[in-house]
């Protein structure tokens, strides 16, 4: 089973694990409090404390799912209200598939100049900086800043570095 990065967790908005605390709290109350109470053929206590746990757990997991595909969709530049009402109105869970099968690639910051970009861009669009490097010999990705290609071993200090500030 994959972990979850503890940046995709930090997504997730207050309004949703909030709201997702407070619907579980209030599914175990309603399943034992009321649900239950004069139902004859009732089952016993620890089965309808593991059915209202189970029924808060998938409402819980919902809400916070909604929560992360609102905030991850606004970081990707996606319209936000039409995948958050997507993911709701979609039945099945189906709204969530086609939102993770559909979705951009996170944007990425120029480190020269600040602004945000498609992650598919090679150059930023305000300065020209090289957001994707290759080197010029076999054409592999490197790292601004790489003196060598590891790959090479071309000397790349020429290529990668950053542009210097226009005095």
Same mark, same amino acid.
């Given at each position: 089973? #994959?972990?979850?990065?503890? %940046? %995709?967790?930090?997504?997730i908005p207050w309004w949703a694990i909030s709201? #997702? ?10 399943? =034992? ?23 808060? =757990?998938?409402? #819980? ?19 936000? /209200? ?10 099945d869970g189906m709204g969530f598939v086609i ?55 071309? %000397?790349?200090?020429? /290529? /990668? ?7």
């Amino acid at each position: 089973m #994959a972990e979850a990065k503890p %940046e %995709e967790v930090k997504v997730i908005p207050w309004w949703a694990i909030s709201l #997702a605390a407070i619907l579980f709290a209030g599914v175990q109350l309603l399943f =034992l409090a009321v649900v239950f109470r004069h139902d004859p053929h009732a089952p016993p206590l620890a089965g309808r404390i593991f059915i209202g746990f189970l029924a808060g =757990l998938v409402l #819980a997991v919902f809400v916070l799912l909604v929560g992360y595909v609102n905030r991850d969709a606004k970081r990707r530049g996606m319209n936000v /209200t039409l995948w958050t009402l997507i993911v709701i109105f979609v039945p099945d869970g189906m709204g969530f598939v086609i939102y993770f099968l559909m979705r951009k690639p996170l944007r990425v910051t120029c480190p020269n100049c600040g602004t945000v970009a498609d992650s598919a861009f090679n150059f930023c669009p305000k300065c020209k900086f090289n957001l994707h490097p290759a080197c010029p010999a076999c054409h592999h990705p490197v790292q601004a800043g790489d003196l060598y290609c590891p790959f090479c071993a071309r %000397e790349l200090a020429s /290529t /990668t570095s950053r542009p210097s500030p226009i005095s």
